[in-house]
C-alpha cells in the first residue's frame, strides 16, 4: 500500500482543461490531493471508514498536497486543520450530507458522455428560458427538470438557463453561496446524465444549456479566516 506526498518544492499549477484542486484521480488505484491552504500550519485528510488520518504534505504558495492509494471514488473525507479543525472540501463536487458534512471522492471520468456531436446555435439564435432547479417541478430534482424539456421546446425555447446550483444549506435555496459542489437535494452525481439527453433530444431546436454560476475567491482556501 502506497501513501506518499510530493517534493515540498514543485510548483502546482491550476490548469483549465484538467482538475487538479481537490481529490481526483489521474489512474487506476491512484489518487491525488490537492487544497490551498496558505495560513495552516499542517492540514490531513480523514477518509471515513479508515483508522488514521493521512497528512498532507506542504508545498510552494500554500499548497498541500498527497498522492496515495488509500481514497477511492464514492469514500467520504474532511480535511482536518492543525490536528483539529474537520472543514469539507472547499473544491468538492459532492456534499451527500448537506454543506457542512464530508465530501464524496468523485472520478470525473466515469461520467458517460454522449454528446459529442452536440453544435451549439448563434447566439442571436438564443430563446432563453431561466429555472430554478429546485422550485420548478415538484420534486425539485436535475432528473425532473429533464422531463419538463419538451414543454419548454414546445414554447420554442432552444437555451434553458439555470440560476446557480452551488451546494447551500437546507432543501432550498438562491445557489449563490459559491460552494463547487452542486446542491445533493437537486440528485447528486447519479442525476448529471441529465444534460446530455437534453442537449442531444430528438428536436434540433432544443440547443443549448446555460448554467449561471457564482463562485467568490473565499471559498478556494482553507485558511484561519474559515476555521
Not at 490548469?15 to 490537492?34: I, Y
Not at 458522455?113 to 447566439?123: C, E, I, K, S, V
Request: aromatic share 10%; proline share 7%.
Amino acid at each position: 500500500m502506497q501513501c506518499h506526498s510530493r517534493n515540498r518544492h514543485v510548483a502546482y499549477r491550476i490548469t483549465p482543461d484538467r482538475r487538479t484542486l481537490g481529490v481526483t484521480f489521474p489512474a487506476d488505484n491512484q489518487a491525488n490531493v490537492l487544497v490551498w491552504a496558505p495560513l495552516i500550519d499542517q492540514v490531513s485528510i480523514k477518509v471515513y471508514g479508515q483508522p488514521d488520518v493521512l497528512p498532507l504534505d506542504q508545498q510552494d504558495m500554500g499548497y498541500w498536497a498527497l498522492t496515495t492509494d488509500r481514497i477511492h471514488p464514492g469514500d467520504q473525507y474532511r480535511f482536518v486543520l492543525n490536528g483539529q479543525y474537520e472543514r469539507p472540501d472547499p473544491a468538492s463536487l459532492y456534499q451527500p450530507q448537506g454543506v457542512h458534512g464530508p465530501s464524496e471522492a468523485v472520478d470525473t471520468a466515469r461520467f458517460p458522455w454522449t454528446d459529442q456531436d452536440w453544435r451549439n446555435l448563434d447566439l442571436a439564435d438564443y430563446l432563453l428560458y431561466e429555472v430554478h432547479t429546485g422550485t420548478v417541478t415538484t420534486d425539485g430534482t436535475f432528473l425532473a427538470l429533464e422531463e419538463t424539456l419538451d414543454h419548454l421546446n414546445a414554447l420554442d425555447v432552444n437555451t434553458l438557463e439555470i440560476i446557480p446550483i452551488g451546494q447551500f444549506p437546507d432543501g432550498r435555496n438562491w445557489g449563490y453561496d459559491g460552494v463547487f459542489a452542486a446542491e445533493n437535494a437537486y440528485g447528486g452525481p447519479a442525476s448529471n446524465t441529465w444534460s446530455t439527453p437534453a442537449t442531444g433530444r430528438a428536436s434540433p431546436s432544443y440547443s443549448t444549456l446555460s448554467i449561471t454560476t457564482s463562485a467568490p475567491k473565499a471559498t478556494t482556501c482553507l485558511s484561519s479566516a474559515r476555521i
